[in-house]
């Protein structure tokens, strides 16, 4: 297709309106995707003027200006809207194998199947550039997909919103390794979730953490209070199917993702991507859980680090698979007995650093008298700083840790430090005060 501007259109629109190189394509092929029936936004219209270029916007701020959001780094993925519903959609430019394995995986409809143990990303429509006669130097087509959040913005709120997301896509690896696909980049930002009903005022492709790409700040609804969320794991870009050859038999070299701490990739040496798989979806969970972690759920999760353990060992052999990986959580999820809150770091930011929230007054409460009290083991108490960083070292991932059982880590007893004090004090981010703003009672046993 013929560019639908000439180049002294394109250079003002680069000079005027930032308009960049890697948003040429979308802009040139804006009328055909209109007539597919998607609606782009403003800005890659061909005739756009800059909102900050109308009249009387002279003094108008391109910061509070939609239309001055550019594309992302890649490049390939864009927003739309799907004119015959008004529903927004992503478009992904994608290469001739990754539309296959997207059709491999992603042809049906989770209304029509909700219990599907298949979490790939729905495919709703593929265009084939070769039959539209489009020309394009490294993509042959586009795909269209519901319009996703990544999985864990807005923040959980109970333990058991994490159990569903963490289920579902543990579930999806099991699926995907079942159909002889090896994923490859089972990471962070390939595990999305459809947030339609938490922020039912949607949010800004560009901008999440908008409404409508001008304003700062959505409102959202909890997991809990909207029913049962849709979780799903998205970009094939690097997978690879493996016909006649079973997950375990399963050999290649290079491709690497999001995750460079895989200790067995390499561009020379063979390893099995189904077992990459694991560790990768494992490091998740273990960042998930982490304290050290930006986006932490604290200790209420630390149970999960059991199985991210297994899943993460250095040893591809003695990971579990996928379906032993889903057997054990769902083993793990029967011993939880509450559904506790989970407290952010982010919550109370505002914290000052150097309040440790009274640790004189929190050390003069009452220690256990015997291990009866508060399970068992032989119980020793350690206050303020002292803990602090005891605790810190031994329960990370990869340590020795602590036990977690229901609002108690056996050999540490959290009732106070969860109920009571974390909300408010844990907020400060250095790692002297993170677990030192609260008394912990410790047990030899298990140290």
């Known amino acids: 297709?013929?560019?639908?501007?000439?180049?002294?259109?394109?250079?003002?629109?680069?000079?005027?309106?930032?308009?960049?190189?890697?948003?040429?394509?979308?802009?040139?092929?804006?009328?055909?995707?209109?007539?597919?029936?998607?609606?782009?936004?403003?800005?890659?219209?061909?005739?756009?003027?800059?909102?900050?270029?109308?009249?009387?916007?002279?003094?108008?701020?391109?910061?509070?200006?939609?239309?001055?959001?550019?594309?992302?780094?890649?490049?390939?993925?864009?927003?739309?809207?799907?004119?015959?519903?008004?529903?927004?959609?992503?478009?992904?430019?994608?290469?001739?194998?990754?539309?296959?394995?997207?059709?491999?995986?992603?042809?049906?409809?989770?209304?029509?199947?909700?219990?599907?143990?298949?979490?790939?990303?729905?495919?709703?429509?593929?265009?084939?550039?070769?039959?539209?006669?489009?020309?394009?130097?490294?993509?042959?087509?586009?795909?269209?997909?519901?319009?996703?959040?990544?999985?864990?913005?807005?923040?959980?709120?109970?333990?058991?919103?994490?159990?569903?997301?963490?289920?579902?896509?543990?579930?999806?690896?099991?699926?995907?390794?079942?159909?002889?696909?090896?994923?490859?980049?089972?990471?962070?930002?390939?595990?999305?979730?459809?947030?339609?009903?938490?922020?039912?005022?949607?949010?800004?492709?560009?901008?999440?953490?908008?409404?409508?790409?001008?304003?700062?700040?959505?409102?959202?609804?909890?997991?809990?209070?909207?029913?049962?969320?849709?979780?799903?794991?998205?970009?094939?870009?690097?997978?690879?199917?493996?016909?006649?050859i079973l997950p375990e038999d399963a050999q290649d070299v290079g491709k690497y993702g999001q995750d460079k701490t895989v200790p067995e990739l390499s561009e020379t040496v063979a390893y099995n991507p189904f077992k990459v798989d694991v560790y990768q979806l494992g490091n998740v969970i273990a960042k998930l859980v982490d304290v050290g972690h930006p986006t932490d759920t604290f200790l209420q999760l630390i149970d999960y680090l059991d199985l991210a353990e297994l899943m993460t060992s250095r040893n591809p052999h003695q990971r579990p698979t996928a379906s032993e990986c889903v057997k054990f959580f769902r083993n793990l999820v029967l011993t939880m007995v509450d559904d506790p809150p989970v407290y952010h770091l982010s919550e109370s930011s505002s914290d000052s650093e150097s309040d440790n929230g009274s640790l004189d007054s929190i050390s003069n409460e009452k220690a256990p008298q015997s291990a009866s009290e508060h399970g068992e083991g032989v119980y020793t108490l350690f206050d303020g700083p002292q803990i602090s960083q005891h605790v810190y070292t031994r329960h990370r991932f990869g340590r020795a840790r602590l036990k977690f059982t229901g609002e108690r880590v056996i050999g540490v007893n959290l009732s106070y430090f969860v109920e009571s004090y974390a909300a408010k004090k844990i907020g400060s981010r250095r790692r002297k005060t993170r677990l030192g703003v609260c008394r912990v009672y410790c047990s030899m046993n298990h140290i």
Not at 55 to 81: F, H
Request: aromatic content about 12%; overall charge neutral; charged content about 25%.
């Open 1 to 244: 297709m013929a560019p639908v501007t000439d180049p002294k259109r394109w250079a003002r629109m680069r000079e005027n309106s930032g308009i960049q190189e890697r948003e040429m394509w979308w802009v040139e092929h804006q009328p055909f995707l209109l007539s597919r029936g998607y609606a782009l936004r403003p800005r890659y219209n061909p005739n756009w003027t800059p909102t900050w270029e109308l009249p009387g916007n002279e003094e108008l701020s391109t910061l509070r200006c939609e239309d001055s959001l550019p594309i992302k780094i890649a490049g390939n993925v864009l927003d739309a809207i799907r004119i015959a519903d008004n529903v927004k959609v992503v478009l992904k430019l994608v290469s001739s194998q990754e539309m296959n394995l997207s059709w491999y995986l992603g042809d049906y409809r989770p209304e029509m199947e909700p219990d599907s143990s298949n979490r790939s990303v729905p495919l709703l429509e593929s265009i084939d550039f070769e039959i539209s006669k489009i020309e394009h130097p490294k993509y042959k087509g586009i795909l269209v997909f519901p319009f996703l959040r990544q999985f864990d913005d807005p923040p959980f709120r109970r333990r058991s919103e994490v159990t569903e997301a963490l289920e579902q896509f543990l579930r999806g690896m099991e699926y995907m390794h079942a159909k002889n696909v090896a994923h490859r980049d089972l990471c962070y930002r390939n595990l999305m979730v459809d947030a339609r009903r938490m922020i039912p005022l949607g949010w800004h492709f560009i901008a999440p953490w908008s409404h409508y790409g001008t304003k700062v700040g959505i409102k959202s609804e909890t997991r809990s209070s909207v029913g049962p969320v849709n979780y799903y794991i998205i970009d094939f870009g690097l997978s690879t199917e493996f016909y006649d």
